[in-house]
């Protein structure tokens, strides 16, 4: 049994060089709605499925070169229904994407591209059963 009760994850969170620009980028590239400002500043933008993201001001700690198997938190997957229209829908709004699509690790196929400010993300259309 989970003592601790947690029920899901509920938020990653992404420190920007400019929060009000990289929040624009996930609203209108990838369809978030901002939800919350906090004057620090700190934007909580929410995902059409009702996750959420926060996108706050980094610290002066440089970013250390990633891949996607860099230790650490490596990247945001974020689930689509079908993979070749999420491509198509990114590809009109200038996604720049780092390599074809592959097999996702679990079952499905994923594809991998970066925000603005370089965070790792993919798409990933998971199969029924699998």
């Given amino acids: 049994m989970n003592s601790i009760l947690i ?3 509920d938020h990653p969170a992404l420190a920007a060089d ?3 620009a990289l929040s624009d980028w996930y ?9 919350f400002r906090h004057p620090k500043p700190v934007w909580i933008l929410k995902a059409p499925d009702g ?4 996108v706050m001001p980094k610290d002066d700690t440089p970013r250390p070169a990633r891949t996607t ?4 938190w490596s990247h945001l997957a974020l689930r689509v229904s079908n993979l070749e229209r999420a491509v198509a829908a990114l590809d009109a709004k ?3 994407w780092a390599g074809e ?14 925000d603005p400010e370089g965070n790792v993300l993919q798409v990933v259309e998971r199969f ?3």
């Avoid at 609203?27 to 939800?35: F, M």
């Avoid at 996750?51 to 926060?54: A, F, G, I, P």
């Fill in 7 to 9: 029920t899901g994850v």
């Fill in 18 to 20: 400019d929060v009000d």
């Fill in 27 to 35: 609203c209108r590239v990838l369809g978030y709605e901002r939800v």
């Fill in 51 to 54: 996750t959420l993201l926060e």
């Fill in 69 to 72: 198997w860099t230790p650490g």
């Fill in 94 to 96: 200038g996604v720049t």
């Fill in 101 to 114: 699509a592959t097999a996702a690790i679990g079952g499905g196929r994923v594809r991998t591209f970066a």
């Fill in 128 to 130: 029924p059963g699998g």
